[in-house]
């Protein structure tokens, strides 16, 4: 046993890497290499054993039938499509920046700029500064026109309209008179339209330099038309107007109306007499009298009073003193422009208490002709009207804006003895001068007035 055990341990694995080394280089011997290496080494006079020739035999195969031709397939054509670009399909909205502000300048430079803005009257204008090279401060101070304003307006200026385009501004006029198409083809155009329009245009060029006097874009187109018409069955002159409507609240009466509101009294433009006037016959004195001879004895007492001024208020003492006029807040009545009181021809001329028909929309207002306004102003009537017009109108908010107010007053139409008016007499002799005219249709509404104050006893 101690023998064997011996024998085993001699068989070390180095002994047994070793035997396998042997071996693999005995079987090495049996490949083409060594014998390449032993002819090498001997000249290569051995001769190679003769290798195995091996014939290829050919074997007959029959030669493949064709295959039938496919059916013919029909022919699609693929248009070429553009390429495909995921960018595309997926991109985002351009983003725009906005431009960059342009650089300040450093130092005053020369050129022009200009400037648009909207004035409180309702004109637009355009201001253009102009910057010219010029000589030192001291020097150029001197000159008038280093700093100068050149003013210059430009003003559309209007024709009369047509009776074919005076529908445009109402076109409810043709569904209140009956025979209208008959009044239009008999109107034309008044004489007093030209010295109207002139009397704007040099209200314009006289307070140009001044834009705080300056007639304002309302008043200046505050006109459509005059027309003057004879109605073709009765020969009844009609003076027809189409204007705006703006309010007056001006007037008044002590026989009717005693006291008037403190504002009133103390109102430096409140005035306190119309055109429209009548002997006073009660003896409440005026309520505005004091006033007024407060006013102008401050006047004479003023060493630097206008005379104008003082003779203004000298004749209103007077005139209150003696008369009764209209109150706007009370009666109904228009405002007539003191151009139609030029030339001579009397024909259609509207005198102080003729009658008017005032027509907005389908309805018809009575009233009188109570007053005469500036010049170049048109379309005005009282504050009792145009609170009838529109319950929201007050002494500064008009009622109507735009021109489809038509006026038509009646000359020589007037009561022959001036008085308060007779409101059962103002709205009968309205109906019967509209008569005149043809009627009223169906769709027109005739609006009565009624007394709001007690009438002086006789």
Known sequence: ???????????????????????????SLYTEGPARLARALGGGTESQPPREIIKEVVVYKPAPQPEPAPAPQPVTIVQPTAPWHPADAFA?????????????????????????????????????????PGSTASHDRKLKDAYMVHLSMSLYLPHAASPAELAAANPELKKVFADYD??????????????????????????????????????????????????????????????????????SDGDRLPAMPEKVMKSDYYQPTTSYRWKKLGNVPNPLLKPWQDRLDKLQKDKKAAPAAVKHARAVVNDLKTYSFLLAEYDPFIVIPLT??????????????????????????????????????????SLRLAKAVNPKATPYARPISDLSVS????????????????????????????????????????????????????
């Open 407 to 458: 006026y038509l007053v009646f000359p020589g139409t007037a009561e022959s003895q001036p008085g308060s008016i007779d409101y059962s007499r103002l709205n009968s002799r309205c109906r019967e001068l509209l008569q005149e005219l043809g009627g009223l249709s169906q769709d027109a509404e005739f609006v009565e007035m009624n007394d709001l104050l007690e009438k002086p006893a006789p």
């Open 182 to 251: 008959a009044l239009m083809a008999a109107a034309k155009t008044s004489h007093w339209w030209a010295p109207l329009m002139l009397h704007k245009q040099n209200q314009v060029r006289k307070n140009a330099a001044t834009l705080s006097k300056l007639l304002d874009r309302h008043n200046f187109y505050d006109t459509d038309t005059l027309l003057e018409i004879s109605a073709p069955n009765s020969n009844r002159k009609v003076l027809w107007m189409q204007a705006d409507m703006d309010v007056v609240s001006d007037g």
């Open 1 to 27: 046993m101690t023998t064997l055990r011996k024998n085993r341990r001699r068989w070390h694995p180095f002994r047994w890497c070793l035997l396998g080394v042997l071996l693999v280089g005995a079987g």
């Open 92 to 132: 985002m909205p351009a983003v725009t920046l906005p431009p960059f502000p342009p650089a300040l300048p450093e130092q005053a430079m020369d050129g022009s700029f200009s400037h648009f803005t909207k004035l409180q009257s309702g004109i637009n204008m355009r201001s253009m500064v102009e910057f010219r």
């Open 340 to 381: 139609l009181q030029e030339g001579r021809d009397a024909a259609f001329r509207p005198k102080p208490g003729d009658y008017a028909v005032v027509v907005i929309g389908k309805r018809v207002f009575p009233a009188i002709v109570g007053d005469f306004g500036p010049n170049y102003k048109c379309g005005e009537a």
